[in-house]
């Protein structure tokens, strides 16, 4: 395993429902990331945090909403999504200065909105 | 804000043939990072170089890091199936920034 946990694997969700992705890192990281993937943008940054603190927001459509409510722990928040927003969800994290410099990414969340 | 360009966005080729994906941004890095995806799976880091004109290699795999620290490239030695997926390259500005990374290239590989 990778260091880095994400809930669900597999969510299928109507366009009018709210779900929450959750992901959980164990390796001491100060900054996490949430990526899209999909055929069409490979990998998608969507938001970062670094200390707890959002630093980058991709011009992502309000109806994602992100919250890292400690260094650990980041989730994405889902509402009334649109079919195009069916896509891998990865999460990953990393430290921002040091020796381990490299990202370590969870195994995703793969999203279908119906 | 900074740019991570990747090219080629796929390419095919048979076992044994050599595979090179390029790696350029639009401003200097601190370091640059390669990762690899298989089908299915998430992105592993594979390597970091850090200087300039930088070459590193393990077993079939020899990375570059430019001169002027803008451009990187990964090159695989007589490929192998087992070398099918899909291979990022990711920067830093400085040593406290966030990683950008590349559109990655897809790689196929025929037996």
């Known amino acids: 395993e990778t260091g880095v946990t994400q809930t669900p694997r597999h969510l299928v969700m109507g366009m009018t429902n709210k779900k929450s992705l959750k992901c959980e890192q164990h390796?001491?990281?100060?900054?996490m990331y949430w990526y899209k993937q999909s055929a069409k943008k490979p990998l998608e940054l969507m938001f970062v945090?670094?200390?707890?603190?959002?630093?980058e927001n991709n011009s992502v459509p309000s109806r994602f909403s992100p919250e890292c409510p400690n260094s650990s722990h980041l989730f994405l928040h889902l509402h009334t999504l649109q079919p195009e927003d069916s896509a891998l969800y990865l999460c990953?994290?990393?430290?921002?200065?040091?020796?381990?410099?490299?990202?370590?990414f969870g195994q995703g969340t793969r999203l279908t909105v119906v | 804000g900074q740019q991570v360009m990747q090219i080629p966005q796929y390419q095919h080729v048979q076992e044994g043939e050599d595979f090179t994906t390029y790696c350029n941004s639009s401003?200097?890095?601190?370091?640059i990072q390669w990762y690899k995806q298989r089908p299915g799976g998430h992105p592993v880091f594979l390597i970091q170089?850090?200087?300039?004109?930088e070459v590193k290699k393990q077993k079939r795999l020899t990375f570059q890091f430019g001169e002027a620290k803008k451009n990187s490239s990964l090159h695989i030695t007589a490929t192998q199936t087992t070398d099918v997926g899909t291979y990022f390259c990711?920067?830093?500005?400085?040593?406290?920034?966030?990683?950008?990374f590349g559109k990655g290239t897809m790689l196929l590989v025929s037996p």
């Open positions: 170089l850090v200087k300039s004109g």
């Open positions: 990953a994290s990393s430290q921002m200065t040091g020796t381990e410099p490299e990202a370590f």
């Open positions: 401003t200097t890095l601190s370091n």
């Open positions: 945090y670094s200390l707890e603190e959002r630093v």
């Open positions: 990711a920067g830093r500005s400085s040593g406290y920034s966030t990683l950008t």
């Open positions: 390796l001491g990281h100060n900054a």
